[in-house]
């Protein structure tokens, strides 16, 4: 405001003298100027033409040099983003491309080397060749064409969109096959396959059926059959099986059997005495038909033993049992039973043996029983109660006491008779536990032999040497005694059986 405000004072006030001098000074100078303006002027005008023509060249050059460098920052520009592309482009390439060779590489790791499966299973699905599940993994192989009984390696081709693969399915049979088998029965000279004593068989494969030992079919035999079974995968079972080979004219023999003599009133024990032997069965049936016996009335009648073994075989064989009246003297038989089940029960203690039981009754009767030559034989039960109340008697006494009490006792046994030029001899076989032996309960021998469960070797060697011919017979129709005797078990105290001999 304050310089505006001077400027308007100058104008208004004439100029100071200084002020004035100034001005003429400035317009000489202006004037001068302006003279040689004007004669310069033409060749300025020629000059500044020649300067526009270089300054327009220059500014041509100039463009023409923009140009260029923007053409080039073009191109440059242009080639920078073409490799930024095909850089990006590279980099996307490989991108896809690692990432479809880590989704090849995972298939193919996927993919199991083999699936093993028990023959006879349902066949697998697609999942059983892979590690993990893997969505639309498909099975190319014919599944169909692959039984589930076809032992071995079978290689099965897998697929996801284009990629193949292999795998391998193990089929195996682990295994053992089952089978029952059933005893069979053939007659002489029939034969049987290994397969024909199977019930039933089964595996997932096929089972070949043999013997372990082949049978001879040419023999009369009861034996155990081994039939083994083995399927394709080498798994065994072994089964068993009881096989019977018969011949139909071996029939069981009958033996012990004898006619009977009672009295009226008086009971019978047609089994005492009767044994049956068989080639095959060791215990056959055997069967007596009495009906025909009438106890209560005197005369003779007719009794049948019929033996069958397991096979059907049977035999027969018969007796008569003669009914007599009662003489006069007669003693009844339940008394000699009475006095039998009183000596039983001072002699039977408990939890005897077999043979400690039947050791007690013959020596009872061996030590109680006097010895006499001779004896009468009409009334085997008037003879035995009189022995029994202590009465003497010969070898047949002794024999019939002992095998009242045996019998009593529960005992099978039967007297035994040997006649000889010399005279008869009487002793008994007893069974025990199964087997026959010789029993002699007469007190007639030296000390050199207690004939008690003795085997027929025995009482030979024994009568050989001291008592010839006693017991030299053939024992048929009599059961043999076995080979060895038990006899021993009794003869711990040798004080005890001393007072036998």
């Known amino acids: 405001m304050e310089n505006a405000e001077k400027k308007e004072l100058n104008t208004e006030n004439p100029a100071s003298p200084e002020e004035t001098g100034k001005s003429e000074t400035a317009e000489k100078a202006d004037s001068a100027e302006k003279g040689d303006a004007s004669e310069k002027t033409e060749t300025e005008e020629k000059g500044d033409a020649s300067k526009t023509d270089r300054i327009s060249d220059a500014v041509s050059a100039r463009s023409a040099k923009n140009k260029e460098f923007l053409e080039n920052m073009r191109k440059a520009s242009k080639k920078k983003r073409k490799k930024h592309i095909i850089l990006i482009t590279i980099m996307i390439v490989l991108a896809l491309a690692g990432a479809a060779a880590w989704i090849i590489i995972r298939f193919y790791n996927n993919i199991k080397d083999r699936y093993v ?72 000279g029939e034969k049987l396959e290994a397969k024909d004593f199977l019930v039933y068989m089964q595996d997932a494969t096929k089972i070949d ?84 016996v009438d106890l209560d009335t005197p005369g003779i009648y ?41 000596i039983l029960k001072k002699e039977i203690k408990p939890n005897m043996s077999e043979i400690e039981k039947a050791f007690a009754i013959f020596r009872w ?13 009409d009334n085997d039960v008037d003879q035995a109660i009189r022995a ?57 021998y030296i000390r050199q032999f207690v004939p008690f469960l003795s085997t027929d070797a025995q009482l030979k060697e024994y009568a050989d040497k001291w008592r010839p011919g006693l017991y030299a017979l053939e024992l048929d129709p009599y059961p043999p ?10 003869y711990k105290d040798e004080d005890y059986i001393m007072t036998l001999r």
């Open 388 to 444: 029994m109340e202590g009465e003497s008697g010969d070898c047949f006494t002794h024999a019939l006491v002992c095998k009242i009490l045996l019998e009593r006792e529960g005992f099978v046994c039967m007297v035994i008779e040997k006649i000889t030029d010399t005279g008869t001899h009487y002793w008994l076989k007893v069974q025990i536990n199964g087997n026959w032996f010789n029993m002699d309960p007469s007190p007639i």
């Open 209 to 292: 059926v043999s013997f372990v030992n082949p049978p001879d079919f040419t023999k009369e035999v009861v034996t155990t059959v081994g039939i083994e079974l083995k399927d394709q995968g080498g798994n065994k079972t072994l089964l068993t099986a009881d096989l019977t080979i018969y011949d139909e004219k071996n029939v069981p023999v009958i033996k012990g059997t004898e006619n009977k003599n009672v009295y009226v009133g008086e009971s019978i024990s047609y089994r005492a005495g009767v044994t049956v032997e068989d080639a095959l069965d060791s215990n056959p049936e055997l069967t007596i038909d009495n009906s025909k």
């Open 117 to 188: 499966m028990e023959a006879g299973n349902p066949l697998p699905g697609v999942d059983a060749f892979l590690q993990v599940p893997w969505d639309s993994v498909e099975i190319k192989t014919d599944m169909k064409a692959i039984q589930t009984t076809d032992l071995g390696e079978h290689t099965i081709e897998l697929s996801w969109g284009p990629l193949q693969a292999t795998s391998k399915l193990i089929i195996q049979d682990t295994t053992a096959p089952a089978g029952k088998t059933e005893d069979k029965v053939l007659k002489l």
């Open 365 to 377: 009767v061996r030590l109680e029983i006097p010895w006499i030559g001779t004896g009468s034989h």
């Open 302 to 342: 007719q009794v049948t033993y019929t033996a069958t073994d397991f096979v059907d075989r049977s035999s027969s064989a018969s007796i008569s049992v003669h009914v007599n009246e009662k003489p006069a003297n007669y003693e009844d038989t339940e008394k000699m039973y009475t006095l039998a089940d009183d």
């Open 481 to 490: 005694a076995v080979t060895e005797s038990p006899a021993d078990v009794v």
